[in-house]
């Protein structure tokens, strides 16, 4: 299913996401139609829009949306993508009107088996913005993909890690969860399980020293790390076991 402002997109609405490729998104997970950290998401998807287009987002407008596409029981995966179709690469600098593209697809299990993951230097260009443009992040999954591990772990100019591909990674030590200081975008997922357990944040090099670690995003949960690099991590720690618990006990918001 893909909608724009509620009504089937057409295929030179959608040429802009191809051939221009400027706008930001966020993506859902909903359960018999509630999500997890909705108001986070919302919040996300206002805060980008003013910061690439310069205007206002009517968020309740786009849980409308939303709320269109999803069945009435069941869990389904829910993209919502906001850009201005008329904007194209030479007048980028126009007003922008942002509309909002709503697709669906099927929500695979929360119970993932353990990443083995590279480390590779990527920056995104605005970590601040969860934009549509993914070209240096899927270019280094593809190459972690290739050397045999299943995705990508990033680390910035200095060497400390940053985030996942798509996703963001915790530590544990202690008993304490340690997420990595450096610049990311920080993921709704993350930013529920910080109110769910004792954390701090510090500059991370690499997975030695620590007891275990986790993935984390909103279509997925809390997913184990068996591996970063040629660091092997314990995939059953009590710690990522409660988090994996408290995250799926948390009840949603309706959409």
Request: aromatic share 6%; glycine share 10%.
């Given at each position: 299913?893909?909608?724009?402002d509620?009504?089937?997109?057409?295929?030179?609405?959608?040429?802009?996401?191809?051939?221009t490729?400027?706008?930001?998104?966020?993506?859902?997970?909903v359960?018999?139609?509630?999500?997890?950290?909705?108001?986070?998401?919302?919040?996300?998807?206002?805060?980008?829009?003013?910061?690439?287009?310069?205007?206002?987002?009517?968020?309740?407008?786009?849980?409308?949306?939303?709320?269109?596409?999803?069945?009435?029981g069941?869990?389904?995966?829910?993209?919502?993508t906001?850009?201005d179709?008329?904007?194209?690469?030479g007048?980028?600098?126009?007003?922008?009107h942002?509309r909002?593209?709503?697709?669906?697809?099927?929500?695979?299990?929360?119970?993932?088996?353990?990443?083995?993951?590279?480390?590779?230097?990527?920056?995104r260009?605005?970590?601040?913005?969860?934009?549509?443009?993914?070209?240096?992040?899927?270019r280094?999954?593809?190459?972690?993909?290739?050397?045999?591990?299943?995705?990508?772990?990033?680390t910035d100019?200095?060497?400390?890690?940053?985030?996942?591909?798509?996703?963001?990674?915790g530590?544990?030590?202690?008993?304490?969860?340690?997420?990595?200081?450096?610049e990311?975008?920080?993921?709704?997922?993350?930013e529920?399980?910080?109110?769910?357990?004792?954390w701090?944040?510090e500059?991370?090099?690499?997975?030695a020293?620590?007891?275990?670690?986790?993935?984390?995003?909103?279509?997925?949960?809390?997913?184990?790390?068996?591996?970063?690099?040629?660091?092997?991590?314990?995939?059953?720690?009590?710690?990522?076991?409660?988090?994996?618990?408290?995250?799926?006990?948390?009840p949603?918001?309706?959409?």
């Amino acid at each position: 299913m893909a909608e724009l402002d509620g009504r089937p997109v057409t295929l030179a609405e959608l040429q802009t996401l191809a051939l221009t490729n400027y706008g930001h998104f966020t993506t859902v997970r909903v359960e018999d139609g509630r999500v997890r950290g909705l108001h986070l998401h919302l919040a996300r998807l206002a805060r980008d829009c003013r910061a690439l287009f310069g205007t206002d987002l009517d968020v309740e407008r786009v849980r409308g949306y939303a709320r269109r596409a999803v069945p009435a029981g069941g869990a389904v995966v829910v993209r919502v993508t906001v850009y201005d179709p008329a904007l194209d690469i030479g007048r980028i600098g126009a007003e922008a009107h942002p509309r909002v593209l709503v697709t669906t697809r099927a929500a695979g299990p929360v119970d993932l088996p353990p990443l083995r993951v590279r480390t590779a230097r990527y920056e995104r260009d605005a970590p601040q913005v969860k934009g549509v443009g993914l070209f240096g992040a899927l270019r280094e999954r593809r190459a972690a993909q290739a050397a045999g591990f299943d995705d990508v772990l990033f680390t910035d100019g200095a060497g400390a890690v940053s985030e996942g591909g798509t996703w963001n990674i915790g530590f544990v030590r202690g008993g304490e969860v340690v997420w990595p200081a450096a610049e990311q975008l920080r993921g709704t997922t993350m930013e529920l399980l910080q109110g769910l357990h004792p954390w701090r944040s510090e500059a991370v090099r690499g997975a030695a020293g620590f007891e275990a670690a986790f993935a984390t995003n909103a279509a997925a949960g809390v997913r184990a790390v068996a591996a970063v690099d040629a660091v092997r991590l314990p995939v059953a720690h009590p710690v990522v076991a409660a988090l994996r618990a408290a995250y799926a006990a948390l009840p949603g918001e309706e959409l």
